[in-house]
């Protein structure tokens, strides 16, 4: 079993940039591809950002191409997700999440899930 916490959430000014961390306990984190989903008001949890267990291969939804970038360090146990030129619609708790065994694609694939962090994103 692995444990995820998310740190670095807040509310910024459209324009700015926040840089949120997930950090694992438990399970080694190199044992899992790790997925950043973000979840609005209402609406469905959704995959933004996707990266590989080894780091070498990454995935963005369109919506943050180009302004989102993902990273890890399995020394530390830790992927990280910077987010730039924020927007208002990037407003949403943010969940840091893994699948056993299966790379993270969709909310329902996914087998832990850390707690969230909220980013708010003003006009």
């Known amino acids: 079993q692995v444990h995820l916490v998310e740190t670095g959430g807040g509310l910024v000014q459209a324009g700015g940039s926040l840089r949120l961390s997930c950090a694992a306990s438990?399970?080694?984190?190199?044992?899992?591809?790790v997925g950043w989903f973000r979840q609005a008001a209402g609406k469905e949890r959704k995959l933004v950002a996707r990266?590989?267990?080894?780091?070498?291969?990454?995935y963005y939804a369109d919506s943050v191409k180009g302004r989102f970038t993902i990273s890890r360090d399995n020394a530390k146990n830790t992927v990280w997700l910077q987010m730039n030129s924020l927007k208002p619609e990037d407003t949403a708790v943010y969940f840091c999440?893994?699948?056993?065994?299966?790379?993270?694609?969709?909310?329902?694939?996914?087998?832990?899930w850390g707690q969230g962090t909220q980013v708010t994103v003003s006009s």
């Open positions: 438990g399970r080694t984190l190199s044992s899992y591809a």
């Open positions: 999440a893994v699948a056993e065994g299966a790379v993270p694609t969709t909310a329902a694939g996914v087998d832990y």
């Open positions: 990266i590989s267990r080894g780091g070498g291969g990454s």
